[in-house]
């Protein structure tokens, strides 16, 4: 099953759900037959020059990234996912197995904190009073 992989100590992933077997599913073009090979295995064949989309996550399934000590446009964390595989000939002859790892790279995207400067009040000055009478002597 695909893992994601935090880069950092201060890189926190969570996922939803936890399973990782309830998290992904094979594509819906991904149809599984018994090898014939008698082994008991099952298999997919992709024909020559054909893309299908393998795996993908179930509905509602995801990544979050809940804290990271990276900036932005950095990698925080890498998906990776095995793949194995043998190549078959034109006479369906099995080659012997492949393995290799896909790997898929997440940068951060940090939003900068807006500083909102802080508005200072100066008191009004408190107004001379009149005078209201003129001392005579």
Known sequence: MPEMVALSSGTVFTANPLDPESFWKFGSAVIWTDS???TGKQEFMLDAGKTVRFIEGDLGASYTLTSTDKAGGE???VLKFPLNYHNVDADGNEGIKESHTECVAY???VATAVVTPVETVQPTPT???KKMTTVKT
């Open 127 to 129: 107004p001379e009073p």
């Open 75 to 77: 990698v925080v964390g």
């Open 107 to 109: 940068t951060a995207d």
């Open 36 to 38: 014939a090979t008698g």
